[in-house]
């Protein structure tokens, strides 16, 4: 069957309903700028790297495709769904709300690409929500519609200002990243210090049972020493330079920057927005000098979450000794 049917050709077409009527219906109007809509839902969709921002994209893409429908419809529709879609915009949007600073002045649009994608889908939503009000068919299912699209465009402007948020907290994490001029002498915690501290963790470790791979890095990330232990995994080498390099350009346990990033918390998201050299897995903790100077970083992998982070405190309590004289 050909794509074109060249029924359309005299300015007219048919619903779902069988019903023929002038392109210029209200009706047709709705449905074009949904289209329209869900075409920009699904450029949201395929340039975020968020599986759980993706996978809400394609939910709402789903209801549109099921609004479609109804307004195309000859009879009226239950309403059930749409409200509990509703709701569940709702809801969304006040966790959303309640994570980010209030809102101060006009928005510029365009700070970031999923953010500015995120805006054209709201600015589209609101055209479809002011067809719809101008649409006199079928009335009841566009009673239907209207509050969840309504709210879709509300849920719209709240995520694209969440990307905004997590763009600007990353950009000034790696701002953090950037090597800084002002540390201490690199002399003060040498391949010396590491030989030593990496032979008390791997006591520590087989005294845990564990086959771990430490791994150690200046105070301005970069590498000073890999060990890795006897039958440990391959895998656990990237993971512990990794976890000590981030240790150092956020200034942080890798344990406590993994409760930031969840849902719900400041920096949700922002692990997916860094740099691959980023890790949120625990075992990763930054080296101070007892007159709390950063020293280096530290990284542990070969365990549970649980025993790496036991092994990398453990490597941070031994170090205090370092850099003091």
């Known amino acids: 069957m050909s794509v074109y049917t060249k029924a359309g ?40 790297n968020d599986a759980e921002i993706a996978e809400n994209m394609e939910r709402v893409q789903k209801n549109l495709m ?58 589209v939503a609101r055209r479809a929500e ?13 009673k239907i519609a209207f509050a969840y699209i309504n709210r879709l465009s509300d849920y719209l402007y709240m995520m694209a200002r969440r990307a905004d948020f997590i763009h600007d907290v990353a950009k000034t994490v790696r701002n953090e990243i950037a090597p800084s001029q002002n540390v201490q002498n690199k002399n003060e915690f040498n391949l010396e210090h590491v030989k030593v501290l990496f032979d008390e963790i791997q006591s520590e ?7 771990a791979v430490m791994a150690c890095c200046d105070a301005h990330g970069n590498p000073v020493a890999v060990h890795v232990m006897d039958g440990a995994y391959i895998v656990s080498f990237d993971v512990a330079v990794k976890k000590a390099y981030t240790s150092v350009a956020l200034k942080m346990p890798t344990s406590d920057l993994k409760k930031l990033v969840q849902p719900g918390q400041g920096l949700n ?6 740099s691959d050299k980023i890790i949120t897995i625990a075992g990763g903790i930054p080296l101070f ?29 031994r170090s205090k000794s370092f850099g003091t004289g």
């Open 269 to 274: 998201g922002l692990d997916v927005s860094l």
């Open 130 to 142: 002011t067809c719809l009000s101008e649409s006199v068919y079928s009335a009841e299912n566009v």
């Open 205 to 211: 470790a087989e005294r845990m049972g564990l086959s």
């Open 66 to 123: 099921a609004m479609m429908s109804l307004i195309s419809q000859p009879k009226p529709q239950k309403q059930g769904h749409f409200d509990e879609e509703t709701t569940a915009l709702e809801m969304a949007i006040d966790a959303i709300e309640s994570m980010l600073p209030p809102q101060k002045g006009f928005v510029m649009y365009g700070k970031n690409p999923l953010s500015a994608a995120m805006d054209m889908a709201r600015a």
């Open 289 to 317: 000098s007892d007159d709390g100077r950063i020293l280096g970083g530290l990284g542990v992998s070969g365990g549970t979450a649980e025993q790496d982070e036991k092994l990398a405190q453990y490597g941070s309590e």
């Open 9 to 48: 050709d005299g300015g007219k077409t048919s619903l779902q309903s069988k019903r023929v009527i002038p392109k210029h219906n209200p009706a047709i109007k709705v449905l074009g700028a949904l289209d329209e809509l869900s075409a920009h839902i699904g450029n949201v969709k395929s340039i975020c």
